[in-house]
C-alpha cells in the first residue's frame, strides 16, 4: 500500500511552483516555470524567415521547439547534445503548442522555442510545456489560449499529482506509472498526453480529472505571472 | 460644456479599462462590443488572440501589444541594414519576420546598374519608407525626405511597441531628448534607432534617456519625468566636471 508520498506532499498536491517572465532579454520572449526542483526556462524567437527553405511552409508559419537538458540538470552528467529522447520530447512539446497557435498568417516564417532543462527532478517536459506556453505569450505570438501540463502518477493504487524520480522509480505493488499531460486553457482540451508503465482505463479517467484540476492551478499562476509583468 | 465633461467622462473611463489580458481570456462579455485587433468573438463574449493591453474606445475592443516582433504597416518609416544585392535592388533586414526588398526604381540617386554596391553596399545602414506589404515581402522605398543612407553616428535597438512613447504625443518626448542631448535622432518604427551627435558623450547621453524612456513607459505623464531626470542626469554631470 502507498500511503505517503517521500516528500510529505497530500497526493494531490502540486510542489511548489515559481514562474517568471522575461529571463532572457535578448529573446522576443522567454519565462522560467519550475516545480519545487525541476527548473525549465524557455525562449522564442520569431515568427522569422525560416532556414533551410525546404522547410519553409507557404500556407502556414511553422512551430520549431528544441528541448534540451543541460549536463548538470542531473546528478550523473549527462552527455550534452540532441538524444532520442530530447528529440521526442521536443516533438511532442511542439504537438502540445501547436493548437494553441495562431501563426497561419505567418506563411513562410518560423517560431522558434527553446526549452532548457536547468535542473531536473522528473516532470521536465511538463514544466518545459509551461514555460514554452509563457514564453510564447510574452514573444506576442497570436494565441487562443495557453497551455499548461502537469505529470499525475499511479503509483501502487493510487493517483499521485506531480511525481518526483523517487515516485517514478517506485517498484513495490503494482510499480509507478507516469502519465504527463497537457490542456488548453479555455477549450480543456487535451494536447498531450503520454503513459508510461500499466494502467487500467478506469484509472486512467481518474488520472485525467486529476490533470485536470492541477492544470487550472497552474493555469491561475500562468495567468498572474503574466499580468504581474507592469510593475517590473 | 456639458459636451467637455461627457469627454473628460468617456477619457476617464478609457483609462481604467486597460488591464492586461493573456490570450484566451474574455475581454468582455456584453453584446454591443465589436471586436478590433488581435481579438475575436466567440458567442456573445470577446476573447483576446494574443498577451497585451485591452482597449475598449467605444465599441470597439482591441489588444496594444507589449511585446513582440515588429509587423511593417505601409507607410512605417524603418531603419534596416542592407544584407544583400541582387540586380535589380537591395535586400534589406528591418527586424520583421520577413525580408523587405528595396527596388532600384525606389532608390532617390542615380544607380550605376551594373555595380548597385556604389549606392549601398552591404552592411550599410538605411532609413527607409515601407511602400506595401504583400501577403509575402515588403517593398521599400527611399524617395523622400531624410531618407536614404545613414553615415556615421551609432544604432541601438528597443522593442518596436515602446517606439510611440519614445517618440511621445506630436513628438514631444524626442524633441526633448534631441534638445537635451544636442543629437540627431531618427527612430525607425521597427524600433531601430540611429543617434548622431558632435561627440560620442553626447550620444550615449541619448542612448541612456531613451533606455529610460523604455524602462518607465508604463508610467503616465512620463514627459514630465523625463524632463526630471534630465536636470537630475545634468546635475550629475556638471558636478562630475567639476571635480575633474
Redesign the interface.
Known amino acids: 500500500m502507498y500511503t505517503k508520498r517521500p516528500d510529505g506532499r497530500k497526493f494531490d498536491e502540486i510542489r511548489e511552483m515559481k514562474a517568471k517572465v522575461g529571463v532572457v532579454p535578448r529573446a ?2 522567454s519565462a522560467l516555470f519550475a516545480f519545487g526542483d525541476t527548473i525549465a526556462i524557455a525562449s522564442v524567437y ?4 525560416l532556414h533551410p527553405q525546404h522547410l519553409q511552409n ?1 500556407e502556414k508559419g511553422v512551430l520549431r521547439v528544441n528541448y534540451d537538458m543541460l549536463s548538470f540538470s542531473v546528478p550523473e552528467r549527462k552527455k550534452p547534445g540532441p538524444t532520442r529522447r530530447s528529440q521526442e520530447i521536443s516533438k511532442v512539446t511542439e504537438w502540445a503548442l501547436l493548437p ?1 497557435l ?1 501563426i497561419k498568417n ?4 518560423v517560431v522558434d522555442v527553446h526549452i532548457a532543462v536547468l535542473q531536473a527532478n522528473a516532470s521536465t517536459r511538463c514544466a518545459g510545456i509551461n514555460a514554452a506556453s509563457l514564453a510564447l ?10 497551455v499548461s501540463a502537469v505529470s499525475i502518477g499511479k503509483i501502487d493504487d493510487k493517483i499521485v499529482v506531480d511525481l518526483i524520480k523517487e515516485e517514478e522509480d517506485h517498484k513495490e505493488g503494482e510499480g509507478s506509472t507516469d502519465i504527463p499531460m497537457a490542456f488548453l ?2 477549450s480543456g482540451k487535451i494536447s498531450l498526453l503520454q503513459l508510461d508503465g500499466k494502467i487500467s482505463s478506469k484509472k486512467l479517467k481518474e488520472a485525467i480529472e486529476a490533470g485536470k484540476k492541477a492544470c487550472k492551478k497552474i493555469y491561475e499562476l ?2 498572474k505571472t ?2 504581474e ?2 510593475e517590473e | 460644456m456639458a459636451k467637455s465633461q461627457n469627454k473628460t467622462e468617456t477619457k476617464k473611463a478609457q483609462k481604467e479599462k486597460r ?2 489580458v ?4 474574455k475581454i468582455a462579455s456584453e453584446e454591443d462590443y465589436l471586436p478590433g485587433e ?1 481579438t ?1 468573438k466567440e458567442g456573445n463574449s470577446i ?1 483576446a ?4 493591453l485591452a482597449d475598449k474606445s467605444g465599441r470597439l475592443v482591441k489588444i496594444i ?5 515588429y509587423m511593417p504597416r505601409k507607410g512605417n518609416i524603418v531603419i534596416g541594414r542592407v544584407i544583400d544585392i541582387t540586380f535589380n535592388g537591395w535586400i534589406i533586414d528591418i527586424d520583421s ?3 523587405a526588398f528595396l527596388p532600384i526604381t525606389e532608390c532617390s540617386k542615380f544607380v550605376n546598374k551594373n555595380d548597385l554596391s556604389e549606392c549601398y553596399d552591404i552592411g550599410d545602414t538605411i532609413v527607409a519608407k515601407v511602400l506595401n506589404v504583400k ?2 515581402g515588403i517593398d521599400l522605398t527611399t524617395k523622400g525626405r531624410n531618407l536614404g543612407k545613414l553615415e556615421e553616428g551609432m544604432v541601438i535597438q528597443i522593442n518596436s ?1 515602446k517606439v510611440p512613447r519614445v517618440i511621445g504625443k506630436e513628438g514631444s518626448m524626442i524633441n526633448l531628448i534631441k534638445k537635451e542631448s544636442d543629437c540627431e535622432i531618427i527612430v525607425g518604427q521597427n524600433g531601430v534607432i540611429w543617434i548622431k551627435g558632435p561627440k560620442v558623450e553626447n550620444e550615449l547621453f541619448a542612448q541612456k534617456a531613451i533606455l529610460f524612456v523604455t524602462e518607465k513607459s ?1 508610467i503616465e505623464g512620463l514627459t514630465e519625468k523625463t524632463k526630471e531626470w534630465f536636470e537630475k542626469s545634468k546635475n550629475k554631470i556638471e558636478k562630475k566636471n567639476k571635480e575633474e
Open positions: 522576443n520572449g520569431g515568427p522569422r524567415p507557404p494553441a495562431q505567418f506563411q513562410n516564417t505569450a510574452h514573444a506576442g505570438v497570436p494565441m487562443t489560449e495557453l486553457s479555455e500562468q495567468k503574466l499580468k509583468i507592469r | 488591464e492586461i493573456v490570450p484566451g481570456e488581435w475575436k476573447i488572440l494574443r498577451f497585451g501589444p507589449l511585446s513582440g516582433i519576420p520577413y525580408q501577403r509575402k511597441n508604463y
